[in-house]
């Protein structure tokens, strides 16, 4: 695998849900199925992956989050975040989630109407929780709502990739 590959990618079905301050799912006009995360309360979601055998267990990660407000306003931010769960070979449970430290983009939306913007998030492999080839993994993808602009509206992730970096 070389920078820039691919290694996983989400799509709103996908996803599992916490307890508690989830995404909803919805539709664009076209339709498009897309995760909603409210502007008033930080919400997530969970992906849960396994890492190619192709990985060479060091390299860095870059995951790109493709979104868009529900409203086009045009020049405003919203505050993403987004943390690893690595789950080991008789190392790690799957009945708490105990994530690694979370990092994050303060992104602007996209030039126009129903455009969507790619908001990119490198990590090391220490920060992505230390994954290795062929292990599981839980992806959390959070929206600040106490970051970016003050009341922009719903925002919507339409896609989750994880590439390379």
Same mark, same amino acid.
């Given at each position: 695998?070389?920078?820039?590959?691919?290694?996983? &990618?989400?799509? *709103?079905?996908?996803?599992?849900? *916490?307890? =508690?301050n989830f995404a909803t799912f919805d539709e664009t006009a076209a339709p498009h199925p897309v995760l909603e995360f409210d502007d008033a309360t930080s919400?997530?979601?969970?992906?849960?992956?396994?890492? *190619?055998?192709? &990985? %060479?267990?060091?390299?860095?990660?870059?995951?790109?989050?493709?979104?868009?407000? !529900?409203?086009?306003?045009?020049?405003?931010?919203?505050?993403?975040?987004?943390?690893?769960?690595?789950?080991? %070979?008789?190392? %790690?449970?799957?009945? @708490?989630? @105990?994530? =690694?430290?979370?990092? !994050?983009?303060? @992104?602007?939306? !996209?030039? =126009?109407?129903?455009?969507?913007?790619?908001?990119?998030? !490198?990590?090391?492999?220490?920060?992505?929780?230390?994954?290795? *080839?062929?292990?599981?993994?839980?992806?959390?993808?959070?929206?600040?709502?106490?970051?970016?602009?003050?009341?922009p509206g719903d925002a919507q992730v339409s896609l989750v990739e994880i590439k390379l970096t």
């Open positions: 695998m070389a920078s820039g590959d691919s290694v996983d &990618y989400f799509v *709103p079905a996908s996803c599992h849900l *916490p307890v =508690a919400e997530s979601v969970f992906f849960m992956g396994l890492m *190619p055998g192709q &990985y %060479d267990g060091t390299s860095g990660l870059t995951v790109v989050i493709h979104w868009k407000f !529900a409203t086009f306003v045009g020049g405003q931010t919203c505050d993403w975040e987004v943390s690893f769960y690595r789950i080991s %070979d008789d190392g %790690d449970s799957i009945e @708490a989630y @105990a994530f =690694a430290t979370a990092k !994050a983009v303060l @992104a602007t939306e !996209a030039s =126009a109407a129903g455009e969507v913007d790619y908001a990119s998030i !490198a990590f090391t492999n220490a920060e992505a929780d230390g994954i290795q *080839p062929n292990e599981q993994y839980v992806l959390r993808l959070t929206r600040d709502a106490s970051g970016g602009t003050a009341s």
